[in-house]
């Protein structure tokens, strides 16, 4: 797992915060702290369903706490653009920290907290 300095060179950036919670939440990263709370710029949760595509629904400046933060990622826009998220049909993510919830975290090729 990459460093809290690894933040740093995603400050800016469009970023992808999975939460403890079961959440994903999309923005642009605008700072940190050393416990690991985000804030994210023009933020939205993406809602997953398996009745009908991905929801966006607008957050606007958002805090995540880093005791909920399970995975932060950088976002590729270009390929994010493409995605075509309303087509896509998903079960929500798993809340708390449940084996599967450990699984996905191992799996994606993002920044985890260290700690």
Do not use: W
């Not at 990622?73 to 087509?87: F, H, K, M, R, W």
């Not at 449940?98 to 700690?115: D, G, W």
Request: hydrophobic share 35%; with cysteine.
């Amino acid at each position: 797992c990459n460093n809290m300095s690894s933040l740093e060179d995603v400050v800016g950036k469009m970023t992808l915060v999975a939460t403890g919670d079961g959440r994903i939440i999309v923005g642009t990263l605008k700072g940190f702290d050393q416990t690991v709370n985000l804030i994210l710029d023009d933020a939205h949760e993406r809602v997953f369903s398996v009745n009908q595509g991905v929801e966006e629904v607008p957050l606007g400046l958002y805090l995540v706490r880093g005791d909920n933060v399970a995975c932060v990622g950088e976002i590729d826009q270009e390929i994010d653009n493409n995605l075509g998220l309303s087509t896509i049909k998903a079960d929500p993510l798993p809340s708390g920290r449940s084996p599967t919830l450990a699984k996905i975290q191992n799996e994606l090729p993002v920044l985890r907290n260290s700690s």
